[in-house]
């Protein structure tokens, strides 16, 4: 099982729609979640971050965490062409007095106009 | 969000020299940095974990002695790519985490060895 697992997609929804990513992960200790944006070509852009069950939106972001599930997933609202990117789930792994992120696969999503 | 620099954006070297590139926290100090690599349509891969004013963690695998990290400030982590070949060309992108346990990337850069 991998330590972080994403739908790898690709996924595609229509301009105005709700995109909706998900995540699991297997370190049931894991305390911080964190979703990155990475166009093609760039470097990832964090653009949420959970450490709490629950809901956080930031505009059109909604992040949500179940730990007991192991689940984070993120959701885009009124999805623009401009989000149009790879979407990076992840996590942080403590190994002894290390953190280090460990990232899924990657969601491929596009927004058709 | 806070930022991260990284300097050259680009390089194109011949096969034998050294590069080196330079990360920086321009808004929050951090104490430890963070350097992958990433080559065309694949994950981000860690090499090295960067600590101020200790030796780098390297994951396995990663030559130390050809990746060469300095962590001489709370703002500034440096990798230098030593008697850089073909092989090592790639897209070079560092992170620094502020105290919040947010990672933050800085723009990457991309080597070329000739």
């Known amino acids: 099982q991998k330590e972080v697992e994403q739908n790898s997609g690709p996924l595609s929804v229509p301009e105005g729609a709700i995109a909706s990513l998900n995540c699991t992960y297997s370190?049931?200790?894991?305390?911080?979640f964190f979703w990155y944006r990475q166009y093609s070509g760039k470097s990832p852009e964090l653009i949420m971050s959970?450490?709490?069950?629950g809901d956080k939106e930031d505009g059109r972001f909604t992040a949500q965490l179940n730990k007991a599930s192991q689940y984070v997933s993120l959701l885009i609202r009124d999805s623009q062409p401009s989000d149009s990117a790879t979407y990076l789930c992840?996590?942080?792994?403590?190994?002894?007095?290390?953190?280090?992120?460990?990232f899924g696969s990657g969601t491929q999503l596009t927004v058709l106009p | 969000g806070a930022v991260v620099s990284q300097h050259p954006s680009w390089v194109i070297c011949k096969s034998g020299t050294s590069v080196k590139i330079e990360c920086r926290s321009l808004?929050?100090?951090?104490?430890?940095m963070f350097w992958y690599r990433q080559f065309p349509k694949q994950s981000l891969m860690l090499m090295a974990t960067?600590?101020?004013?200790?030796?780098?963690?390297?994951e396995q695998g990663v030559e130390k002695d050809k990746f060469l990290i300095n962590h001489a400030s709370l703002t500034l982590s440096t990798l230098t790519v030593t008697s850089a070949h073909p092989e090592d060309s790639s897209f070079y992108i560092c992170?620094?985490?502020?105290?919040?346990?947010?990672?933050?990337f800085g723009p990457g850069t991309r080597l070329t060895v000739l």
């Open positions: 992170s620094a985490r502020n105290m919040g346990d947010e990672q933050f």
């Open positions: 370190d049931r200790v894991s305390q911080s």
């Open positions: 959970i450490y709490s069950n």
């Open positions: 992840a996590v942080n792994k403590v190994t002894g007095s290390a953190r280090q992120l460990t």
């Open positions: 808004d929050f100090q951090a104490t430890t």
């Open positions: 960067s600590n101020e004013g200790s030796k780098a963690t390297y």
